[in-house]
């Protein structure tokens, strides 16, 4: 029994540890980038005092400086295992410092289980796991002093401390404190009154804060005007946790009832939680942040590969996919062998959040709106909830002011970024870019945008897509994304008439044949009004796609239920977009 | 022991060696060479445009007493002789020299530059709201105050408090602390009026009045408040000059009495025409404000052009003159007016010029202008003014010194600048708020200053309040007035 519990005792963390770096590391990788896209650290003395300037700040200034390394997905899924792996170490030391018990094993590993589970949220914060941490090392600490007084000293003194440090989790501290001290209940009664009394002064001192969250502390969740219980329950779990170890240990009087509790409580515990973790996973979101990263990343081989395995859905991971497959020449033939969601999934409409304006910003950046690009990399950093910045979004704006010659405002933002740990060498190339016309002539991305974006002045509008569009590309009839972007929008609104206008436009762009989907457009269209329409179809349309209409037209026409038949060997087409796709 | 004098020796050659006399003045930032400062202002801190090993700066008045400083970076000077060679040399000039070590060329004098010392001293605190320049979403913001005597500056109310609403449109009467209006929009939405030590929220929106009131103006009783009412909205421009065109589909002007929280209108101002930005007159007896004839938006937004007008107001009775008089028909010069704000002492009214609209602080080409009410002409502020944005001003209760929102630094971020007005009626040279190290300060800085006022003293509330007055779905109607 003892060697089975000793088997336990190594096994447990060995499976633990490791499952959150495959996890984070495999599965959830995006999750992570989507983090640190969402956050500046910065190594000056201005950020570290703007941030610690409250409770709480101390843990989100380590949290921010962690979660900057969440730019490499493997490095960030590392430090999510060892953090929360550390949480069960403490919990575990903490437990046995308490009442040395072998039945509780498990129990340890349910606080950062739940955090883990809680992570699944893009919401929570990593940096919450530091404001958890540092309570349960004071708490370790004091539990190591031997020396009544000493300890009740070290815990008064470190109490405001731990306090301004990690936030209202202090409370770990003095109430883990206050439960070990049976004998002197009147020094646990004070270290709580002391932790009252430190919420009620930082409200005295820090009156433009709100006291709930001034008694939160840290940054666990996005919004900071919502405080989701689920802190609170995690509170209490590294809380209660180490008690009912101690509660077990005298319940559970022979070893061999103790191994079997604790190989019992392990099942309890695993499986209960692996569910629960299952079930909080949203992989369709990890696939919309995988899309985002991709683009971000410019690598759009990837992100059609991942199309290829598995068909994107969603508005945003559509437009993402179009976006590649435009940027990789791909766009005008292969558009509809990839699922389309319509106008929203070509150029998503805007709306006044941190992710939205990010991802289409993207596409407005490479088509060469470059003031659109602008104003949605600002509004998304101007978005986050939690009155944080953002580097990727510091990044375009210095891109794009640097395109559009404002070269003081680029200057500003690519100073900021040189004081980041990761930005910091792109910022400093990019500072030599600065005024020097001949030198950004020779980038290829920025020459080409300067080449591309708007020489006339007009109003940016949602609902006429296609008009600006039309204008972008009337500046510049060379320009290959806003003809194929116009005649896709053309496309997915099903606007005919005005795809066959746009269509004359594209001459200049010299294709060595039509691209698919317009010859499918340009056969339906002329099919509508000519008899024979395979033969006097005035446009290079190949035959294959003359056959495939022809089986189209066959299987429409006679089909009981066209949309099931024409499914398996015409969903590709844009004659099926056209009639069954809203 | 002769190795320590050699080395006494080498440092004391190091300090007395004469450095090379340059004709030309130091390239500083801020620039502060020439400029005209208030006698109660915080120290100047300055750097050199291009970073020295080692800077030295001297400041010195006619009868030879001295400042001295030096610096790896920024010349700093302390409080405490600052303010006494100061108040010593009002009406005087100082006359600042500044050395530096290069390390190529050594110690170098720069020919010495003046600050010019005022005998007015300027209102002691500037309220501002510190906003990130954006489009249509806001992040952290709030309305500070500064102590212009000192560095500290402190929240009067942050949106850390309330979490995702916005506040703007801070005003006070005749520059007193005393009492304050102040937008919140959002979730908790509404107007705070403060009256000495009440506090009250209140809800704008009459029936019968198209929308919220917007742009205060206080009526130097304190007995009144004029606003704007605006329909506005905002369009996004595509070349790279433009950013935003801030547009109001409608706008009206009403006056508002806190005490009966009543809504005083007039046929006059309420138009099809648009009519925005109000002020009162010192005296109170005349409401100014711009006024535009309607146009179709967003198709003519550059067709929109205001005009200077008045009307009279009658502060016993609460009524307005039946005659709305143009005093700048800025319209047919193919200019438009914003921001008219008369000098306490009834003399000028300092007001922004651009091309077309209203928001200037999207205009590259809004300057300051000033209107002499005595000889009803108009002229630039040129020594005010930039090459870039000019937008928002506000005068110092003494009527010498006002400040004023640019955009000059870097053509984005709006810093505040103050400067006084001679006997003329021309601008002195602006300086920028000064603060302890302007150039980290300035481009670390995320925010803008938007909306900067002078007032006497120090505003104080209980913020405890405002939180539950905020928090509160409780917000007071107010009625329109028979």
Redo the contacts between chains.
Sequence with gaps: MNKLFKTLRWLLPCLFVPAIFLFFGCLYPHHLHYHEQFQLFLT?P?YFFEMILRPGGMADYLGTFITQFFLFSRVGALLMALFLGGMYVLLRAISQRIMTSKASIALSFIPPFFYWILLCNENFLPGGIIAILLPLVFWLLSLIIKNNKKQMLFVFILTPILYWFAGGSVILFTLGYAITQRKYIFRGVAALLLTVALFLLAKVLL????LP?LIYGADYFR???SYPPAVWILWLLCLIIPSVSALLTRLLKTPVRETIAAVLLSLAVFIPGTYMLAVNTNLQKEEIMAYDHYVRMQQWDKAIQRADKKMPTSPLSVACLNLSLCKSGKMSDYMFWYYQNGPEGLIPTFT?DFTLPMITGEIYYHLG????S??FA??A?????N?W?SGRALKRLAETNLI???Y??A??YL??LEHTLFYKAWAKRTSEYLGNEELIASHKEWNTLRKY????????SEQEKDM?LG?LLQQDLSHYMAYEYLLAYCLLTKDLDRFMQYFLLGSELRYARLPYSYQEALLYLWSLSHDNPIQTVPYPISDHIKRNLLSYQNTYVNALRPEEALKKNHANTYWYYLHFRK | MALFALMLTGSCQEKTSTPKILEEKPSLFPDYCGVTIPPNIAPLHFQLDHPAERVRAQVKDRQGNTLTTTAKEVIGFKSAPWKKMLLENMDDSLFVTLQAKYKDSGWVEYAPFTLYISAVPVDNYLVYRLI?P???????M?IYQRNLTSFKET?I??N??V??NCMNCHSFPSNSPEDMSLHIRGALGGTIIKKGYQTEMINTKADGIEGNCVYPYWHPSGEYIVYSVNQTVQ??????D??V?VVDLASDVVVYHPGRKEIITSPLLQTEDFETFPSFSPDGKTLYFSSSKFQKI?ENYQEVRYNLCSISFDPESGTFGNRVDTLIDAASMGKSISFAKPSPNGEYIMFTLSDYGNFSIWHKEADLWMYNLKEKTMYPLTEANSPDVESYHSWSSESTWFVFSSRR?????TRPFIASIDKNGNSTKPFLLPVRNPL?FY??S?FSYNVPEFVTDKVTWN??KV?KLL?SPKRQKVTLSN
């Design positions: 000056t201005e009156s433009q804060f709100p969250r919004f900071p005007a006044r709106f470059i003031n659109t602008q104003r600002f509004e950093m101007e978005s986050l909830p009155y910045k559009n010659r404002e003081k405002v200057q500003k100073h900021i974006r708007s020489k006339t002045d007009f109003l940016d600006m204008i | 990130a954006g489009y249509e979403v806001f992040s952290k709030g929240p109310l942050e850390t408090l979490p995702g369009v996004f421009h595509a070349i790279q433009k950013r065109e967003p630094m870097d053509g984005l971020y980290r481009s670390f995320f913020v405890g939180e928090t």
